[in-house]
């Protein structure tokens, strides 16, 4: 691939507390990776041709770290329920439906193009219990070119018996499933017990062996409502908290530890998951949907605690991550409003780091737009009023909290411009 160049406001986080923004910078994209970002275009590159966005924005593409790509049909439907009551209402015959592959395939081919069409290109994905349907979703993912983790459910217990699996047959499907998706280029196999509460621990303990055997990551949700942590310590009597669960079973050797939601962790949890440098998910639509609770993100940021954003489709009602960026703001400022003792409200550039390059650390080298970087980029446009400039800044703030994908005017994956209309 030759060289690119692309000029434009371009903005990405330095760290976990500033952004890093460069007006009118020139970013120099080899093979699909950046080889530097300038001011002024050094010589070296002189009459190369340059792809000039003007006053468009340059941001590195979402990563949303937790979404259940079967639930996608659900999005804003049967909101009015707390946890237990919308997974038994609603999303367990949902999710049954993926039995079919003839109603799975449009509704995961569907997931892709809106995860485009947003911005998302790094995804944490929950399937549900079915094989075929999980295979689809992670080749579709494949042929898209994003990169993702892709989890086919287990579930064992405590559910309907038309989405309860087998012990066996769960554990046999789901090394199935590993054994025959080792070889993906950008997408790769995650473990993904449901929760707890659905799981026994024979098949949890299963599951470690398959970690240990594939070196494979995990993904599930944990500590998530005061209701789930009370249910998940009835139900593992010999367990103090909920990580433990996973981690002796092994589940947090490898690979990454995703883990959506934590809430209402123990300090037992918080110990297991900072020694094993897990990635919490943190996703505000979702958990204010089923009234969950809000996740204590100026805390956790406070203690160096890795945290990610998730649309938890269809918790959360929308693909679109950018607002879950604001989201984290509007609700850190009402958990330390009416917590103010132990919580403070997170700043705009805590919330976009989450959503880029702390999400992205998961995957190979994105997130960001530093030199090494794959130029998973996007452009952003049409974010000032008529005769009042925005700063950069502001103007991303602004994309996360009033614009929507009219705004993303440029695609590009891996240095590949993508056609979207
Ligand atoms: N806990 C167990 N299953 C689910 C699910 O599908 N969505 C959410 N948000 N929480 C869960
Ligand atoms: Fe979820």
Known sequence: MAKNIYRGDVVFSADAEHLHITEGGYLVVEDGFIIGLFTKLPEEYAGLPVTDYGRGLIIPAFSDLHIHASQYVQRGIGMDKLLFDWLSDYTFPQEARFASMEYAKPVYDAVVKDLIRHGTFHASLFTTIHYDASAYLFQALEGAGLSAYVGKVNMDCNSPEFLCEDTD????????????????????????????????ERLIKGLGKLAQRYHCGIQTHLCESLAEVDSTLKLFPGYRADAEIYQKAGLLDYGPSIFAHFIFPSALDLEILHSNRSMTVHCPDATTNITAGIMPVGAFHDQGLPISLGSDVAGGQSVAVYRQVARSVQMSKLKAFYEPECNHAITFPQAFYMATKAGGSCFDRVGSLEKGFRFDALVLDHLEDAGIPLTPAERLERFCYAGDDRNITARYLGGRELAFD
């Open 169 to 200: 047959d769960s554990l046999r499907e789901t090394e199935r499933f590993l054994a025959e998706h080792q070889g993906g280029k950008t997408v790769r196999p995650i473990l993904t017990p449901r929760f707890a509460p659905t799981c026994s």
